[in-house]
């Protein structure tokens, strides 16, 4: 029988791997070949990705696939959304793309939204407005080097920027566009208008495609260097979190409803919490409460929050190795589980406060703001951590409720996916906090999303028939809410 294999390559915020995707027997699986950290590097003053170091990392990572498991018929990179690199006339990188945590577009901001307020955005993008957007951060590469109009031709999110390296062919995918707050709600084309009010030219946008797209063959010098044959490039659902909630095995759980009323929390170094729906929601409420829209693999939309996730523990063990007293994720996790929770100093953050967006001391940060809000300051370690993933249950718990309520409907459980789900207690708290049935899995929601949609372009499967895939293929971990949440709306009675 035959065995499909490809490379998938997910780039998250904090880590990217190279993933070997198998298809054989309607089973999809996914098997790491490397795995290298990633983040912000600062140069004078400013936040950058090391694009070349990334691009050498993902070259070894395909020299190794290729020795061990070769022939393979295809690769696509997904990646985190709202960054992207300029092509000058010759096809090359102008500089290094900036991170979307640098800070200049503090001072542009104000500029920006006098000509195009954060309502108008939503109305005409689907999208929340934020200044992280790749349309702020063009609107304050134009203002602060005017030359660009002259020097850059294209621009290239993120992954299109990869697969461009790749493969040589420049093409703007749909689901990281969808990120942008410059396309229409449904995604289908750049916002003439956003374009217009701000003055951004439109030539910069390259031709738009939707996931599942091949958009070519690996460049031969590449095939040459790395041994690979003619692997097919393909723009996959390229915006990370696209590709994970593509792998959601829908269908698994919740007694009570069908797919609508399912939603899902994607954990990696953000949190997206969200559910899909047939078309954008550009309500009024949808705006107030913080919801974007972006687009699904297939042409579906996912109305979801963007919460600052574990980048808030991630930040703090940052500074704790620095400090010579490194701990792993693992050891995170298990200390805040060990804890006795009621002789404990534990506060709730806001996690979307301003002031954990930024890289820096988090715990002095945590400090200053359960001051200001006049609340336990935790002392421990264990304390810390322990804030923090029962902020960010409380916080997705409150979404839950949001989405509720903007669309009338109950949901019903909840899939977790993405690397945070290995944080056992992050799983229950979130049970507990929503009262809602959990159901967690896979870890590698990116890598397999992208797999299948790989899968799709080449025919192997059909659109419909992914989560069919996906659902046999994975084992999810269930978490069910303690009893006493569940029923204290209720007057307490179990
Ligand atoms: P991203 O794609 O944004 O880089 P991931 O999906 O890889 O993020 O998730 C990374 C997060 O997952 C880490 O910040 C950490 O909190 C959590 N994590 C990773 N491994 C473990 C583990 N073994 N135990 C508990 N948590 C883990
Ligand atoms: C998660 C993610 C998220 C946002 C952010 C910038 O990795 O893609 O959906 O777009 O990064």
Redesign the pocket.
């Known amino acids: 029988e035959e065995i499909i294999k490809l490379l998938a390559v ?8 190279v993933m070997l995707g198998t298809y054989a027997g309607g089973i999809v699986a996914v098997e790491e070949i490397r795995r290298f950290p ?1 983040g912000p590097v600062e140069a004078d003053g400013q936040l950058y990705w090391d694009v070349q170091k990334l691009f050498q990392e993902m070259k070894q990572g395909i020299l190794a696939a290729v020795k061990s498991h070769g022939p393979l018929q295809s690769i696509s990179v997904d990646t ?1 959304g709202v960054d992207y690199g300029f092509l000058d006339a010759e096809g090359e990188l102008l500089y290094s793309p900036h991170h979307y945590r640098d800070q200049r577009m503090e001072g542009i901001a104000l500029a920006l939204e006098t000509a195009l307020p954060p309502e108008e955005q939503f109305r005409l993008t689907g999208n929340q407005s934020s200044p992280i957007n790749t349309v702020y951060q063009l609107f304050a590469d134009l203002q602060a080097n005017p030359e660009l109009t002259q020097n850059a031709k294209q621009l290239l999110m993120m992954p299109d920027l990869f697969n461009y390296m790749f493969s040589g062919t420049a093409v703007a995918e749909q689901t990281i566009w969808s990120t942008s707050g410059l396309l229409t709600p449904d995604s289908s084309a750049p916002s003439g208008e956003v374009l217009r009010r701000l003055e951004l030219p439109a030539e910069l946008i390259p031709r738009l495609v939707p996931a599942g797209t091949i958009i070519g063959e690996l460049r031969p010098g590449l095939q040459e260097e790395l041994g690979s044959g003619p692997l097919k490039v393909i723009a996959g659902a390229s915006h ?1 979190t696209a590709s994970a909630v593509a792998s959601i095995p829908y269908g698994l759980g919740g007694s009570t409803g069908g797919e609508g009323s399912a939603a899902f929390i ?5 949190s997206l919490v969200g559910l899909e729906t047939a078309e954008p929601v550009l309500s009024a409420g949808a705006c107030t409460y913080g919801f974007t829209n972006e687009s699904c693999f297939g042409g579906t939309n996912r109305l979801l929050k963007n919460i600052t ?3 808030l ?2 930040e703090t ?1 940052r500074g704790w190795a620095e400090a010579g007293e490194p701990l ?3 050891e ?2 298990e200390l805040a589980e060990g804890l006795d929770r009621s002789a404990a100093r534990i506060a709730v953050l806001d996690p979307n406060d301003p002031l954990f967006s930024t890289p820096g001391d988090m715990p002095m940060r945590i400090e200053s703001y359960c001051i200001r809000t006049g609340q336990p300051v935790p002392q421990t370690r264990a304390e810390i951590i322990r804030t923090i993933l029962e902020s960010l249950a409380q916080s997705y718990a409150g979404t839950i409720r949001e989405l509720e309520a903007l669309t009338g409907r109950p949901v019903s459980c909840i899939h977790m996916v ?7 207690l ?1 799983c229950q708290l979130t049970a507990d906090a929503t009262g809602k049935e959990i159901i967690a899995g896979p ?4 890598a397999i999303g992208n797999v299948l949609v790989q899968l799709t372009a080449l025919g192997a499967i059909e659109v419909p028939e992914a989560r069919a895939v996906v659902a046999r293929s994975c084992a999810p971990v269930r978490y069910q809410p303690a009893l006493f949440t569940i029923h204290s709306d209720q007057g307490g009675q179990v």
């Open positions: 997910d780039l998250g915020a904090s880590s990217g791997r990633n985190w990370d994607s954990c990696g170094t953000w996730g574990l980048w523990l991630q063990q792993s994720h693992q995170a996790a993405g690397g945070g789900i290995q944080n056992k992050l870890v590698e929601a990116s």
